[in-house]
């Protein structure tokens, strides 16, 4: 199953992270299939390539909790799909 989810970047205590479709039986920082993002939680800042976002979406792609509430605060998925 692909998994939308987050790769650690960054050094210590000052992470960012990329937002990437794995197979979800891959390492967290292994070799990702597509990167569809960037994630900076200090300076609260959000990138995402919204056209392969869908396209991921739509070949059942699973997101992540927290790369859900990203895509739901990009209006990529409706409120409803949070948790």
Do not use: C, W
């Not at 991921?56 to 948790?83: M, S, Y």
């Amino acid at each position: 199953m692909i998994k939308l989810r987050l790769k650690r970047y960054g050094k210590k205590r000052n992470a960012t992270y990329r937002i990437v479709a794995m197979n979800n039986t891959d390492r967290r920082d292994g070799r990702a299939l597509e990167e569809l993002g960037f994630y900076d939680p200090i300076h609260n800042e959000v990138r995402l390539k919204e056209e392969a976002i869908k396209r991921r979406l739509a070949q059942g792609a699973q997101p992540t909790d927290t790369v859900r509430r990203l895509f739901v605060k990009a209006n990529l998925l409706p409120e409803t799909a949070q948790k």
